[in-house]
Protein backbone atom coordinates (compact mmCIF):
# COMPACT_ATOMS: atom_id res chain seq x y z
CA UNK A 1 0.00 0.00 0.00
CA UNK A 2 1.08 3.41 -1.18
CA UNK A 3 -0.23 6.46 0.92
CA UNK A 4 0.41 9.73 -0.95
CA UNK A 5 0.50 13.21 1.46
CA UNK A 6 2.12 16.76 0.97
CA UNK A 7 -0.01 18.20 -1.59
CA UNK A 8 -1.72 21.41 -1.91
CA UNK A 9 -2.27 24.86 -2.99
CA UNK A 10 0.91 27.21 -3.60
CA UNK A 11 1.68 30.42 -5.61
CA UNK A 12 3.90 29.97 -8.04
CA UNK A 13 7.47 30.12 -7.17
CA UNK A 14 6.81 28.37 -4.05
CA UNK A 15 7.98 24.83 -2.81
CA UNK A 16 6.19 21.54 -1.75
CA UNK A 17 7.73 18.43 -0.42
CA UNK A 18 5.22 15.23 -1.18
CA UNK A 19 5.67 12.24 1.07
CA UNK A 20 4.73 8.30 -0.24
CA UNK A 21 4.60 6.24 2.67
CA UNK A 22 4.59 2.22 1.63
CA UNK A 23 3.46 -0.02 3.90
CA UNK A 24 6.29 -2.69 2.74
CA UNK A 25 9.75 -2.58 1.36
CA UNK A 26 9.82 -4.70 -1.39
CA UNK A 27 9.94 -2.64 -4.66
CA UNK A 28 13.14 -2.00 -6.18
CA UNK A 29 11.80 1.29 -8.19
CA UNK A 30 9.46 3.70 -7.40
CA UNK A 31 9.00 7.25 -8.82
CA UNK A 32 6.31 9.90 -9.31
CA UNK A 33 3.58 10.55 -11.88
CA UNK A 34 0.91 13.55 -12.40
CA UNK A 35 -1.55 13.82 -14.52
CA UNK A 36 -3.30 16.94 -15.58
CA UNK A 37 -6.89 16.87 -16.23
CA UNK A 38 -7.69 15.80 -19.81
CA UNK A 39 -3.54 15.55 -20.19
CA UNK A 40 -2.49 11.66 -19.99
CA UNK A 41 -0.54 10.57 -17.35
CA UNK A 42 3.56 11.58 -17.49
CA UNK A 43 6.61 10.58 -15.48
CA UNK A 44 8.58 12.88 -13.34
CA UNK A 45 11.03 11.25 -11.22
CA UNK A 46 12.26 7.58 -10.57
CA UNK A 47 14.51 6.31 -8.26
CA UNK A 48 15.85 2.66 -7.53
CA UNK A 49 17.82 0.70 -4.77
CA UNK A 50 20.89 1.50 -5.79
CA UNK A 51 20.18 5.14 -5.83
CA UNK A 52 20.06 6.07 -9.65
CA UNK A 53 17.53 8.65 -10.50
CA UNK A 54 16.12 9.88 -13.80
CA UNK A 55 13.87 13.05 -14.34
CA UNK A 56 11.73 14.06 -17.03
CA UNK A 57 12.82 17.22 -18.69
CA UNK A 58 10.53 19.42 -17.56
CA UNK A 59 11.50 19.03 -13.68
CA UNK A 60 15.17 18.87 -14.02
CA UNK A 61 17.01 21.53 -11.88
CA UNK A 62 13.88 21.98 -9.88
CA UNK A 63 12.45 18.51 -8.19
CA UNK A 64 14.24 16.03 -6.20
CA UNK A 65 13.17 12.41 -5.74
CA UNK A 66 14.67 10.80 -2.48
CA UNK A 67 13.89 8.23 -0.24
CA UNK A 68 14.44 7.03 3.68
CA UNK A 69 14.70 3.80 3.47
CA UNK A 70 14.73 3.22 7.14
CA UNK A 71 11.09 4.56 6.84
CA UNK A 72 10.09 3.24 3.70
CA UNK A 73 8.73 6.76 2.40
CA UNK A 74 9.62 8.08 -0.69
CA UNK A 75 9.67 12.04 -0.85
CA UNK A 76 9.47 14.60 -4.20
CA UNK A 77 11.05 18.10 -3.04
CA UNK A 78 9.39 20.56 -5.56
CA UNK A 79 10.69 23.81 -6.25
CA UNK A 80 10.13 26.67 -8.23
CA UNK A 81 6.97 25.39 -8.67
CA UNK A 82 4.89 26.85 -12.07
CA UNK A 83 1.16 26.91 -12.75
CA UNK A 84 2.11 23.80 -15.54
CA UNK A 85 2.83 21.64 -12.65
CA UNK A 86 -0.71 21.63 -11.58
CA UNK A 87 -1.61 17.91 -11.49
CA UNK A 88 -2.64 14.54 -9.14
CA UNK A 89 0.18 13.50 -8.55
CA UNK A 90 1.06 9.33 -7.84
CA UNK A 91 3.78 7.48 -5.75
CA UNK A 92 4.12 4.31 -7.82
CA UNK A 93 6.24 1.27 -6.94
CA UNK A 94 7.50 -1.94 -8.58
CA UNK A 95 9.78 -4.62 -8.86
CA UNK A 96 11.53 -4.99 -11.88
CA UNK A 97 14.17 -7.80 -12.51
CA UNK A 98 17.90 -6.25 -12.77
CA UNK A 99 15.77 -3.37 -12.73
CA UNK A 100 15.39 -3.50 -16.59
CA UNK A 101 11.55 -1.43 -16.91
CA UNK A 102 12.38 1.17 -14.19
CA UNK A 103 12.09 4.08 -15.91
CA UNK A 104 10.08 6.80 -16.60
CA UNK A 105 7.77 4.66 -19.47
CA UNK A 106 7.74 1.76 -16.61
CA UNK A 107 4.83 -0.32 -16.47
CA UNK A 108 4.49 0.32 -12.25
CA UNK A 109 2.20 -2.12 -10.85
CA UNK A 110 1.52 -0.31 -7.43
CA UNK A 111 -0.12 2.75 -7.01
CA UNK A 112 -1.17 5.52 -4.06
CA UNK A 113 -4.39 7.34 -4.57
CA UNK A 114 -2.58 10.81 -5.38
CA UNK A 115 -2.05 13.98 -4.39
CA UNK A 116 -3.37 16.88 -5.42
CA UNK A 117 -0.77 20.27 -6.13
CA UNK A 118 -1.80 23.13 -7.48
CA UNK A 119 0.11 26.04 -8.38
CA UNK A 120 -1.69 29.34 -9.46
CA UNK A 121 0.47 32.18 -11.02
Known amino acids: QLVESGGGSVQAGESLRLSCAAS??????MGWFRQAPGETREGVAI???????QYANFVKGRFTISEDDAKNTLYLQMDSLKPGDTAMYYC???????????????????WGQGTQVTVSS
Open 92 to 110: AAAWFPELIGCDLKGSFGF
Open 24 to 29: ESIYNC
Open 47 to 53: IDTLDNV
